[in-house]
Structure formats: structure tokens, C-alpha cells
């Protein structure tokens, strides 16, 4: 049997086990096998969660859903039964169209190992059906992509003052002081006026930050404050009442606060931005204790 084997390139334990095996015999790894029940309440957790966030993918959807069951001692669910649940049942989001690829190099890192080494920001437009227009500005941290600070009006504008009146807010409530003291810490923002003003500059440097600038034509050089635009004006501003200005910007506290506190990202693990701030206090508690 051996020389037999060995030119058809089998195992003889593989053609023992066919002699044997008897001629109803089905490959289990062939069969999938689904659990009714299990799915149907996983359906209807699913569903509780698009509802309220209709723009949330199966990624995030089961995100939430097993932060809910980790709070009642269930296991995780892995994400390709996420999958197939919601596509078995239209749940899915269309695919994003593909990006185009830009012909410029971009081959630099925006995040950061550490939170409080290098911050961002970006300002956005909010058009109300009225015909007025928000304008924000935000910090963000590149390592636990909190926002830490932000500013609104009603004004088609980004001048420099709301962006200065903004800097001293995150620097007071992570280091607890008017100063960064002996941190190397970066503000990387794009080439606009409020940010590139010597007004701006000058208080950058007072704090003890690093203004950074992108280079000309490449957002992709600030791309955490870029995406995070994209991201709010998709999660949050489309779901948001437009009616007014003033209506707006009542609505935006709770925007950011949800963004912080409840948004699952990729790059924390599906962990929001207070989430995992809260993680990194713990693991250092607890090699300080150790």
C-alpha cells in the first residue's frame, strides 16, 4: 500500500479511514449549523441598536451589543456572526464607495503610543435648513481619540479667537494646570488663519506646546481630525434636528458626550475614547501597585 500511496501523494491513515467509513457518513465542516433561537434575540438586540444609530455597521452594532452582554455576564459574540445574523436579515449597510487613491506619498503616522503627545483639530460646517450655518471647532487626542475640547457659533467662519479661547480648556483638564510643564506635547492642525495666526502661536507656545503644521494641499497629514469630521457629520449630524441655529447647538453637547462616552473605535479595540482612558488608568494602577 505504501508505494501506492506515495505516488498518488495520499496518507495510508486517510485511505484506512475510508475503508472503514461507512457510506452515509457526511463531513461535518461541511454542515452550518445555526441556532435558531440564539439568533432571533440576536436580531432583536441588533435592531435596539441600529434604531437609536442607524448608521452604525455590523462592527460597531456588535460592539455595543456585547458591551450590553459583558454587563450581564454573557460572552462575546464574534464578529462574523454579527455578520451573517444582519445580512440573513437586511441589516447591513450598503458597501462604502471605494477612495480614491491620491498620487501623492503618504507614508507618515498621525498616531501616537501615549495619550497627551500629540493633539489635533479641525472645524466644520453644520447647514441648517433656515440657512444658517454652525461652524465648530474641536481638540481631539491622537492616541485615545477623546475630544477633549470643542467650540460652536453661529457664523460661516473660523476665526482665531474661538480656537484660542478652545486651548486652554484641554491642557487645564489633563494636566490640571495652565501648562503642559515638561511634556512634549504637539498641536497639529492644517494651514488656516485661526490656527497659523501669531496670536495662535504665541499661546500654543505659552502653554508649552508644539505647533505642527500639515503640509500644503494634504489632509491626509491630519487625518484623525479629517476622519473624525467625516464621522460626525455622518453619525451624529445627519441625525441631528436642523431646523435652526439655535437648535443646533443644544444638540451638540450630547453629540460630543456621546461620541466620547458610547462610540465604539477600531483602533481602541471597539472601545470608546472614555473606555479606553478608563483601561489605561486601571493597567497603570495596577503595575504601579505591583
Given at each position: 500500500m505504501k508505494p501506492v500511496c506515495s505516488a498518488l501523494g495520499v496518507a495510508r491513515s486517510h485511505v484506512t479511514q475510508l475503508l472503514v467509513r461507512p457510506a452515509d457518513w457526511i463531513d461535518g465542516r461541511t454542515i452550518q449549523t445555526f441556532y435558531q433561537p440564539a439568533d432571533a434575540i440576536l436580531v432583536d438586540a441588533v435592531r435596539a441598536e441600529i434604531t437609536v444609530l442607524p448608521t452604525y455597521g455590523y462592527r460597531r452594532a456588535g460592539a455595543l451589543v456585547n458591551r450590553t452582554r459583558a454587563l450581564m455576564g454573557l460572552p462575546a459574540i464574534n464578529h462574523k456572526r454579527f455578520y451573517r445574523v444582519m445580512k440573513a436579515n437586511s441589516l447591513l449597510l450598503p458597501k462604502a464607495p471605494k477612495r480614491p487613491v491620491s498620487s501623492r506619498v503618504h507614508n507618515g503616522v498621525v498616531a501616537?503610543?501615549?495619550?497627551?503627545?500629540?493633539?489635533?483639530?479641525?472645524?466644520?460646517?453644520?447647514?441648517?435648513?433656515?440657512?444658517?450655518?454652525?461652524?465648530?471647532?474641536?481638540?481631539?487626542?491622537?492616541?485615545?481619540?477623546?475630544?477633549?475640547?470643542?467650540?460652536?457659533?453661529?457664523?460661516?467662519?473660523?476665526?482665531?479667537?474661538?480656537?484660542?479661547d478652545m486651548l486652554v480648556e484641554p491642557v487645564e483638564a489633563r494636566f490640571g494646570q495652565a501648562s503642559v510643564g515638561s511634556t512634549r506635547l504637539e498641536f497639529l492642525s492644517d494651514n488656516g488663519g485661526a490656527y497659523r495666526a501669531h496670536e495662535t502661536h504665541a499661546l500654543v507656545r505659552a502653554l508649552g506646546i508644539e505647533p505642527v503644521h500639515t503640509p500644503v494641499c494634504s489632509p491626509q497629514s491630519n487625518g484623525i481630525a479629517e476622519s473624525f469630521v467625516n464621522t460626525f457629520k455622518r453619525d451624529y449630524v445627519n441625525l441631528l434636528d436642523r431646523s435652526s441655529a439655535e437648535i443646533v447647538l443644544a444638540q451638540l453637547p450630547d453629540a460630543f458626550m456621546h461620541f466620547n462616552e458610547v462610540h465604539p473605535h477600531s483602533v481602541l479595540k471597539w472601545k470608546s475614547p472614555r473606555m479606553f482612558r478608563r483601561e489605561l488608568a486601571r493597567r497603570a494602577q495596577e503595575s504601579g501597585a505591583n
Open positions: 501616537v503610543e501615549e495619550p497627551n503627545q500629540r493633539w489635533c483639530s479641525d472645524g466644520f460646517e453644520i447647514a441648517c435648513d433656515n440657512g444658517e450655518v454652525v461652524t465648530g471647532v474641536f481638540m481631539k487626542d491622537c492616541c485615545d481619540r477623546e475630544i477633549i475640547a470643542w467650540r460652536a457659533w453661529v457664523e460661516r467662519d473660523l476665526p482665531g479667537e474661538p480656537v484660542r
